[in-house]
């Protein structure tokens, strides 16, 4: 089965600190996306990637940085956590060429105070 | 217009009833279709793809209209732990790089 792992589950910052969400796939997937969910909103592409060092932006990108220096490794940084980025935030891989099929993390619940 | 619509709900519905959602899609080169179903709090997770001839896994179906850029989602005998929020997923392909377009999701409660 296809893992993509988001370490930090639950976090709590304040505003103007500096966030760091990692993600990690385990089946040599091409992509990697990050996503926002908000109530009524649905999911929204910050960032995503396909293939090292490549990066993307998606519709919200604004206050976000991405990298991605090793294949299954795609992190997503907040330089400067704001209220408004209190979220949960799901990163996905998908295979790439020959398979478009997308796979979650469990997600991380941010809350900015 | 959104690029991909679904009705929001909530669809609350017995148990043993039949459900059906509907997805649209603006993008005529949209090229692949999926169902995802969410859980509260939780990711969301691959229920089916969906293809051009209609597919079925158990007491799921999935159907594509191209023609109309629609795709649906039959449940038949509705269980209580069908209760989720499921989301259409439409794929495209753009200057190399794989588009993908989640609707917001549509909302089932099935109750007792």
């Known amino acids: 089965d296809v893992k993509v792992t988001q370490s930090s589950r639950y976090l709590v910052k304040r505003t103007g600190e500096k966030v760091f969400l990692e993600c990690v796939q385990d089946m040599d997937h091409e992509n990697m996306f990050w996503y926002r969910q908000d109530p009524g909103l649905g999911l929204r592409l910050i960032y995503f990637?396909?293939?090292?060092?490549?990066?993307e932006k998606g519709d919200i990108p604004e206050g976000y940085s991405v990298s991605r220096e090793k294949k299954e490794r795609f992190s997503l940084i907040l330089e400067s956590a704001s209220t408004n980025q209190t979220s949960m935030y799901l990163c996905?891989?998908?295979?790439?060429?020959?398979?478009?099929?997308?796979?979650f993390g469990e997600g991380s619940w941010l809350t900015v105070v | 217009r959104k690029e991909v619509e679904q009705d929001p709900g909530p669809f609350n519905v017995p148990e043993g009833a039949t459900v059906a959602f509907n997805c649209t899609y603006s993008n005529s080169a949209s090229q692949s279709f999926f169902w995802y179903r969410q859980d509260c709090r939780k990711e969301p997770k691959l229920l089916m793809s969906v293809y051009s001839s209609g597919n079925e896994d158990g007491r799921f179906t999935a159907q594509l209209n191209r023609a109309s850029q629609y795709i649906s989602l039959l449940i038949r005998d509705s269980k209580l732990s069908d209760s989720a929020t499921y989301l259409c997923?439409?794929?495209?392909?753009?200057?190399?790089?794989?588009?993908?377009?989640f609707g917001t999701g549509t909302k089932l409660q099935v109750i007792p």
């Open positions: 990637s396909y293939d090292v060092k490549m990066k």
């Open positions: 997923v439409v794929n495209y392909y753009s200057g190399g790089y794989q588009k993908v377009t």
């Open positions: 996905a891989s998908s295979p790439g060429a020959g398979g478009n099929t997308i796979y």
